[in-house]
Structure formats: structure tokens, C-alpha cells
């Protein structure tokens, strides 16, 4: 069955007449006589009771006229959906980011694009860094917001922007007055990071061992926000990227820029190859590259 014959069926049914339903239906009644007869055949009898005087439906016409207006209300529906989601009218979009970046710059993100598609649902899975490249490559999400992976990582990478580790140290070090800070002053003090296997301590634990330094871990934890809090506390310092510096100022902590060596790297967009986006989730791809001119140091 198609919904052309579908629609002609119920026109017939509904006005009992084929020259009243050839009008409703603007077609010529040899169309419309071909049509039913395609659609009697494929299902395998007559559906109309046809005299020259009366037209009437059969025992089986009678029981496919519920069946074809649910189908037909159920095709029209679908094709409202779908429309709608092209048109980014309605629609569902879930991605995944590390929590650097869920925290602090992906909100505005998502004010600016909800107040252009504010029927448009989005699901934010915050997790670290190799959990957002397991959730693109399974397809759990459409996109996702990590670190450049390594080249042999099965996922397409767009940048956004360069992000900068800086120096985090409490509001009342020496540290915190100045323009900026070597590693060999930072490494001096107890040293605050998070927990393997973030992708922030791998980074910072493989430049400095190519520089012939060691991470002299003596506090560790899951969150971010832990980290600052325990720098404001006096703890000890840390290094992370220049995006959490509003989160390190808003626990108490104090961002220096860092260098000697200066580590950076992109961060960006995951895809899965050979993937097309919906339309929903490509406008959030257009609104993340849009937002995210964002500083790379301390300052």
C-alpha cells in the first residue's frame, strides 16, 4: 500500500462516490478508478461494491477504513516531525564534553543557541576527556568536545581554539602577584592535580618527563573544583587549562601565566567518520565554533 492510494481510498470511502472523491482529490476518475484497482490487487479483492447506481464498501473495505486513517495520520505525523526538524522547530541533540569545558564555556554556548532554537532539546554528558572519545566512537552522542586526540584515533577532529595551562597558586603567594611564572618555580611547592587517567595529567606529566622533570604529585583528586579549592586553601599549587580560570577565581585560587616549557594544545569538535550530523546537531557544531573565541593565557 502507498499513502497515494491510501488517500484515495478513504476519499472514497468517506463520500461513497468516485466523482465526488476524483473533486476532493483533483484527479481525472480514470486515475483514481486505476488507483483503487492497483491497491484492491495488491492486497487481493474488491474493497468497493460498485453498481451503476450505488458505490458501498465490503466486509474488507469496512475493515481497513480505521486501519488506513491511523496509517495515514501516523504518516502525516512523521512527515511533520521530520519537517520540523529541518527546519529546527523540534528536535534532540546529545553530546559530551569534558568537564573544563562543560563548566565554563559551553553554557554560553548553549544560551546563545537556545535562544534561537528554543525547541530544540540538548543532553549534556559531562565526563573526562576519554569518556567523551568512547561516547562518539559508540555512537552514543553525535558530537563531542575533548583535546585533540592522538593522529591514530579513529575520530575526525575540528579545532576550536588553543588552550593554555597556567599556573593556579593560593590568593596570598608570592606567586599570585606576578606576570607570570616559570615550571621550576611552580614544581618548588606541593603540587595539586587530577587523578589518572585524565587526559590533563597525562599531558602535563608527558612534557615535563621530555624535559627531564618529574610531576611531584602530592595531592590528588577527581574534580577540578577540588583542585582550586585546595590551592585557595593553602594546599599547595597546580597547572591547568586557561579555560577553568573563572572556576579557580571563584573557589579563591589565583591563575599566573605559565611558561619554560609553555604546554597547549587544541581543543576541539569529535565526530565519527562517515557520520552526517542531524541538522540539530550541526547547528550546535556552528554555535560552539561561533563561541569559542576564548584567551589562551592567565590573562
Not at 585524565?198 to 574534580?223: I, K
Request: aromatic share 6%.
Amino acid at each position: 500500500m502507498t499513502a497515494k492510494q491510501l488517500r484515495a481510498f478513504l476519499a472514497v470511502a468517506h463520500t461513497l462516490s468516485f466523482a465526488q472523491a476524483c473533486e476532493r482529490l483533483h484527479l481525472s476518475q480514470s486515475a483514481l478508478s486505476l488507483t483503487i484497482k492497483a491497491l484492491e490487487d495488491g492486497l487481493g479483492g474488491r474493497l468497493f461494491s460498485r453498481t451503476t447506481r450505488a458505490v458501498s464498501l465490503t466486509p474488507e473495505g469496512e475493515a481497513l477504513l480505521p486501519l488506513a486513517r491511523r496509517l495515514l495520520a501516523d504518516w502525516d505525523n512523521a512527515e511533520d516531525e521530520l519537517r520540523q526538524r529541518f527546519t529546527l522547530k523540534q528536535g534532540r541533540v546529545a553530546l559530551a564534553s569534558m568537564p573544563s569545558f562543560a563548566g565554563n564555556l559551553l553554557p554560553s554556548v548553549l544560551r546563545t543557541f537556545r535562544q534561537r532554537y528554543p525547541s530544540i532539546s540538548v543532553t549534556v554528558h559531562d565526563v573526562i576527556n576519554e569518556q567523551v572519545m568512547e561516547m562518539v566512537r559508540d555512537r552514543h552522542v553525535e558530537l563531542g568536545i575533548a583535546f585533540e586526540p592522538e593522529p591514530t584515533t579513529p575520530l575526525c577532529f575540528t579545532p576550536l581554539y588553543m588552550d593554555r595551562f597556567v599556573a593556579v597558586v593560593p590568593a596570598d603567594s608570592p606567586l599570585a602577584a606576578r606576570q607570570g611564572v616559570v615550571w621550576d618555580e611552580l614544581l618548588e611547592q606541593p603540587f595539586i592535580t587530577l587523578q589518572r587517567p585524565s587526559t590533563v595529567r597525562f599531558m602535563l606529566e608527558d612534557h615535563l618527563r621530555m624535559r627531564g622533570r618529574n610531576l611531584p604529585v602530592q595531592l590528588e583528586t577527581h574534580q577540578l573544583a577540588t583542585v582550586g579549592r585546595m590551592v585557595a586553601c593553602g594546599l599547595g599549587v597546580s597547572a591547568v587549562p586557561a579555560l577553568c580560570r573563572v572556576q579557580m577565581l571563584e573557589v579563591g585560587a589565583q591563575c599566573v601565566a605559565l611558561c619554560d616549557p609553555v604546554i597547549e594544545r587544541p581543543v576541539g569538535i569529535l565526530t565519527k567518520p562517515g557520520h552526517e550530523l542531524s541538522v540539530a546537531a550541526q547547528a550546535i557544531a556552528d554555535a560552539l565554533r561561533a563561541g569559542t573565541d576564548y584567551p589562551h593565557d592567565a590573562g
